[in-house]
Structure formats: C-alpha cells, structure tokens
C-alpha cells in the first residue's frame, strides 16, 4: 500500500517504509497523485500523456508513460496499476491520501483531528517543469484545498474556543490567518478568543492589523467583523491600580477554565440552537457550592455578549426568597430598558415596571404615575420580553436560583413557555438538591416545552488539577507538579474554589509542605463547612491572597464581609480608611479578581465560606464596630 500526504510537501511510503528514489522522479509522482485524484481513479492514457508529455510528439510520450508505469509497478507492487486498453487506472485501496482522511474526518464533524493533517498548501513546493496542464490542474487543487482547509481550521479554533483552550483557539485560527490573511471568520476567532480571555486591547490591535491588510488590498473587513470589533470596544476592561502591584500567572485569581470544557460545549451548543431556531431555551447548572457553576456561567455569558446577545445576570441571596417578585425586579433592572426593543413595550407593562425599578422609571418618563397594581408584576416581565426579543437574542442567567422568591420562579417559567418563538435563552445555577418545587417543575419540561440541557458539574479530577498546577507553577516539572495536584486535590476536595485559592497562595509563597491536611470533612460541602473544619492549607491560601490586595481593596473586603450579603457600594464607600477616590478602584480590583460579585442593588462576595474565614481571621471586633459605626448598618 502507498500512503500519501500532500497536504504541505508531500510525504510517500511504501508498505509503511521509504520509497524508492525513482518513485519520487516528478512525472512519476505526478502521474500517481493524479491518478489518486482523478475520479474512480482512472485516466485515459491520452489525457495522462497531454498532461504530463505535452512537448513530446505522440510516440515518445506514449513511451514516457509506459516506463513511468512501470517504475511504479517496479517499486510499488505490481497489483497498485493496471492498464487497461486506452485507460490507466489505480486498483481500490492501493493509494492512501491524507486529502481522503481529511473528507473523512470532515463529514464526521472532528475538526480538530482534521485541522491537524493540514500542514500546508496542496503539494506544497512541488511542481513539473513544462507541464502547463497540470501546473492548472495543481492550482485548482491548491485552491480548492486551500478553502477546504481554511473552513476547517477555523470550525477547529472556534470548537477550542468553545470548550475553553483559548490558547490553543488563538493558535490555530492564527494558522488560518497565515494561510489566507484576508479570512474574516479567522480574525473573528482570533479577536472573540482573545477578549473572552480579558485581552480587549489585543483583540482590537488584531482587528487593526487585520483592517490594514485588507485596506493595502482595495478591501475591508466583513460586517460581521466590523460588528464583533464595534462589541470588543464596548466590553468591560480594567487594568490594575499602581499600588496593587502587577499580577500575572497563578498571581492573579482569574484561573483558566479547566475541567468543564464539555459542559461550555453544551452549553454552546444549546445556544446556538436557540439563536438558530429562534426558541426559548433553559439551561440548568447544578452543582455543590464551590463547583464552579459561576464560573461556568461566566465563560458562557462572554461568548453570548460577544454575538450580540442582551445578557442579564441576577443573583439570589437568602433574603430574597421571602420577597415576592424580587428576582423579576432584579433582571428587570439590569440594562433591559435600554435595549431597543424595550420601546416596544405595552405601556401598562412600562407602567408597572417602572413602579418597581428606577432603570425603567428614567427611560420612560411619567410611567409611575400610570402604574397598574404589583399582581401584573409577572405579566408586564412577560410582555417586555417579548418586545425585547422582538429586536435580539437575550440571555437571562440567575446565580443560586434555589434562593430565588417563588413569584419570580414562576414568572421566568411563563415566559419560556409564552415565548415560544423567541430567541431567549434562560441559564439558572442552582445547587443540586435544591428541594425547590418551582426549578423541578422548570427542569422536568426541558426538551418537552422548549429546548436545553441540565449540566451537573463534579470536583476536578486530579489531571484537571495538574493542569492547573502547570499553569500556575511554569518552572515546576513533571514530578513536582503531580505533587502539587496530589496535595492540593486533599486540601480542595477537587473543589475550583480551593484549588485556584491554594495555587494562587502556592505562586505567592505558602509552603504546603508544613501545614496539615484534612479535607474534606465526611458528608460536608462546601457551603456546609465552617472555617474550622477546613485544612490548615485553604486558610492559609485565603489569607494570602487577602494579603496580596491593595489596601483600599483590603479595607472594603472587610466592611463587605463585616455587611453580610448584597452590600451597596455607597456603604462599602463609607467604611474606614476608603476615600472616594480609591473606592471605585479596589471595587474593580476585587470584583476583577473574584473576590466580589456585582450586581445592580450591591456587592457580595462570591463564597460564603470566605466572607467566614475573614470574619473569624482578619476581623477584630473593633475594626466590625467601626464599619458599622461608619456605614450606619449592624450585621446582626
């Protein structure tokens, strides 16, 4: 058998060993790759003959063909060529091209093992002096290969990018982009990767050269690439403050995505079916506290911004489950106002609306006074996304759903339900024994009244770990990080949370070595434990990251955890040692390194167990007395 790869310069073997010099003659080679891409793999012999001999008269290159057969049947077995009358053609099977794994692979939808049998263009470098027919004949096949391989190196980058490797997503749309610089939907997975990872001013330096490029060509950039940049610019960026210090690596919390590639796949793929078909989807993320359910939703909700979609966040606290509608007000007045379609609101929904949240009162003036009674709460949320979805895709994601009041519940069950012929894509975290008869209900009708998916998430594996462990500690090998994943898998129960906060404090000097390990606690998770049950090792890696903020971003953690849940930022602001000036910054600064979460009514801080180490470890009960003199607020 012949295996042939001719995508980049060509490769040949012969019964898996070198072939012989003859065989690799140019005619020679060129009539058995032409063959192997002819149809049914056969060819008339005066075609072979123009093609390859067309400078010699008709005897001589009759001749030529004859001896090139032969040196092929000489070196390559007799059985790969038969000739037959007027025709030559190759027996079944007697020549592997990688062109026919590539289809292959193609039409099962594996692009990355395709992506990796390119490794340039169609018989790169090769040609046949004289021959002009087939010179035309390589070109076509350059071309089409080269569009072939353009389409799979970005179908490639764009499933990396989707299940999180954005390094690995960046590289290979980046080897698109060099085999055909003016690929938009290349630049496109280059530019959405880098943002995702927090890079916006590379992303647009990318968009830049880009525009350049094509400017030199009498061209420019697509609409969809104008669109993606125009978002880029628009998205989030912070840079850290002088007097934090520069965080990079393990340094700084925001740890790769690691582990839940196949869950941001699902979760991808339920939303493209949603933006696709134009129906409403609900997506559940289960999972103990500490999982990384937020985490998750975060990667996800990046993507979702990035093509165009309206993206809301609420989070529930404990509070809110006795207060009715709270849940609706919070999503209600998260930026749905302002988006276009929110005109088109039925004004007795504006009107009630408006009664509830100030975002709907300033964008439609007077509305107050018109306000129905709080019972059309669910209606007037009903009606407004309709009109919203009306104009664009809109995701809603509510964090700790199981805290969420009942009415609320209820209210984003009936509007999956009433819209269904809407882009609107519903993403609910909750913990996996919620005991909440409102999420069942929701869960049991996926599939059956609208699309989704249900994404249980477990601890890390310890390769997830070592994969983490190789990301915060460059200089380690082999061993040394499988040490490191091993102990901290002990310490973290193969929780997210603790890892990353055990790497970051590893990267930042804590010797695990002297400090004991005990965890987990049997039958306990994470929200379930108190700061004494856990080891020694994930204190430890809290108060050292505590250590590593600035001060001002030290000072309003502390007023937060001292506050308790959903704090606003003007109380954090009036805590001790925080000037104005600073507050907005180490706001930034704690949220930017998943200290905080932000919503519209407050900060709070992302795990409980956290908020209770700092109270139990960096709180005297003067510095708690202060802050509740200062904010007017007892914690009680």
Sequence with gaps: MIECRVL????????????????????????????????????????????????????????????????IKRHAGEEVITTESDRVRLVER??????????????????????????????????????????????????????????????????????????????????????????????QVVMSSMAIAGDRAGALAQFEAFAQGLTALDAEPDGVTLELADRIRKERQWQWPESAGERVGAETRRAPLVGRGAQLQRLTKAWSSCRRNSTPSLVFIEGDPGVGRSRLAEEFLAR??????????????????????SGVIQLAGCGLANTPGAAGTDPRAVATLAAHS?????????????????????????????????????????????????ESLRALHAVLRDLSESPLFLLVSAVQRSERTELDEMRSRIARDFGGDCIRLAPLSIDDIRTLAEWAMPDYGPEQCDRLARRVAIDSGGLPLL????????????????????????LRTLDQTLPADLPEAAVGAIRVG???????????????????????????????????????????????????????????????????????????????????????????
């Design 358 to 406: 100030d975002e709907w009162a300033e964008r439609f003036p007077g509305a107050r006074a018109e306000a129905s009674f709080p019972g059309d709460m669910g209606k007037a949320f009903r009606d407004a996304m309709r009109a919203i979805c009306g104009e664009q895709d809109v995701v809603l994601f509510v964090d700790d759903a199981h805290w969420l009041d009942a």
């Design 499 to 522: 890892a990353v906060e055990l790497l970051h404090a590893v990267a930042s000097g804590l010797d695990l070595g002297r400090l004991s390990a005990d965890w987990p606690q049997p």
């Design 94 to 187: 007697a020549v592997q091209l990688d062109t026919d794994e590539l289809e292959d692979l193609r039409a099962q939808g594996s692009w990355q093992a395709a992506a990796r049998l390119v490794r340039g263009e169609f018989l790169e470098g090769f040609s046949v002096p004289g021959a002009v027919d087939f010179d035309h004949w390589l070109a076509g096949e350059r071309m089409a290969w080269g569009h072939a391989s353009l389409r799979i190196r970005v179908a490639a980058a764009n499933e990396l990018m989707h299940t999180g490797e954005i390094t690995q997503a960046v590289d290979m749309a980046n080897k698109a982009l060099r085999s055909e610089p003016g690929a938009d939907a290349a630049v």
């Design 546 to 636: 505590f250590r590593r903020l600035s001060k001002p971003a030290q000072e309003v953690l502390l007023a937060a955890a001292v506050l308790g849940d959903r704090v606003p930022a003007s109380h954090l602001g009036a805590a001790p040692d925080v000037d104005d000036a600073s507050l907005g910054s180490a706001l930034e600064e704690l949220e930017w390194e998943r200290w905080l979460i932000a919503e519209p009514r407050g900060y709070s801080l992302l795990a409980r167990i956290v908020r209770d180490v700092i109270l139990r470890d960096m709180v005297t009960p003067g510095k708690r007395a202060r802050i509740e003199q200062a904010t007017g607020v007892s914690s009680e």
């Design 8 to 71: 980049g310069p060509v490769e040949l073997t012969v019964n898996g060993k070198a072939p012989h010099r003859d065989l690799l003659h140019k005619k020679n080679l060129a009539l058995l790759l032409y063959l192997a891409r002819s149809p049914a793999q056969s060819c008339g012999r005066e075609q072979l003959m123009a093609l390859l001999w067309p400078d010699r008269d008709e005897k001589t290159a009759r001749h030529s063909l004859r001896e090139a057969i032969r040196v």
């Design 304 to 325: 979702a911004r990035l093509d165009g979609a309206v993206t809301v966040t609420a989070r529930a606290v404990a509070a809110d489950l006795a207060a009715p509608w």
